[in-house]
């Protein structure tokens, strides 16, 4: 149980476009789920607090109008990077709440041309 | 605390030897702690966790150790294996707050057949 999908796993995109990037909680009901943004050979690090039918919660320097966050359902959270630019390439791991504990999508691979 | 950093430490062992993977955590209010493996590629997998009222917890082949005096971590992998090559963060985690889960940088364990 506790399983966490990402979907696209991996996305190469133009400058200037935008991307979404879904994160579904396969067999339970999540009403907080994260995203976070991972460099290579770097740590993860958290980007947002995505909270169902609220406003999502954004760290210090992460652009909100960028990287907008909607969570829709008890299910599925999504994150939209808005006018990726080549420096917005990273991966891109959600996690999902479930009483307190996280459990992680498999990540998406994000590349930006 | 923000882990940044363009290399991560590198710990070589032989197959079969014991390896012991250590982090430094920050926050002193953090009552939660979890090592996590992550392969290459992939999101964080759970390995074990430990509340800040033990100072030692066991799992199959793993032994996770707390020091909250000195905010220190440990996580010991016995007998270990060519499949356990991965990278391994810990992460702390404060129940009485938002709790959001906090990355350490990370440590990249090579296992040598």
């Known amino acids: 149980g506790a399983v966490v999908s990402q979907h696209p796993s991996w996305v190469i995109c133009k400058s200037g476009t935008s991307v979404k990037i879904e994160c579904r909680s396969l067999?339970?009901?999540?009403?907080?789920m994260f995203w976070y943004r991972q460099f290579p050979k770097q740590s993860l690090m958290l980007m947002a607090t995505?909270?169902?039918?609220?406003?999502?919660?954004?760290e210090q320097g992460v652009e909100k109008d960028k990287f907008l966050i909607n969570h829709a359902s008890l299910t599925l959270s999504t994150l939209t990077v808005t006018s990726a630019h080549p420096e917005d390439s990273s991966f891109y791991i959600c996690?999902?709440?479930?009483?307190?504990?996280?459990?992680f999508g498999p990540g998406t691979r994000l590349t930006v041309t | 605390g923000e882990s940044v950093g363009l290399h991560l430490p590198t710990l070589s062992v032989q197959e079969g030897d014991n390896s012991i993977i250590n982090c430094a955590y920050s926050?002193?209010?953090?009552?939660?702690f979890i090592w996590y493996k992550q392969e290459s590629g992939k999101g964080p997998q759970f390995i074990i966790d430990?509340?800040?009222?033990?100072d030692k917890r066991q799992g199959q082949r793993v032994t996770v150790l707390l020091n909250k005096t000195v905010k220190h971590l440990s996580l010991q992998i016995a007998a270990t294996q060519p499949g356990d090559s991965a990278v391994y963060f810990c992460?702390?985690?404060?129940?009485?707050?938002?709790?959001?889960?906090?990355f350490g940088k990370g440590t990249k364990l090579s296992v040598k057949p």
């Open positions: 996690s999902a709440d479930r009483t307190y504990e996280q459990y």
């Open positions: 067999d339970f009901q999540a009403t907080t």
């Open positions: 995505s909270n169902e039918g609220s406003k999502a919660t954004y």
């Open positions: 992460a702390e985690n404060n129940r009485g707050s938002q709790g959001n889960l906090i």
């Open positions: 430990i509340r800040s009222n033990m």
């Open positions: 926050n002193s209010a953090s009552d939660y």
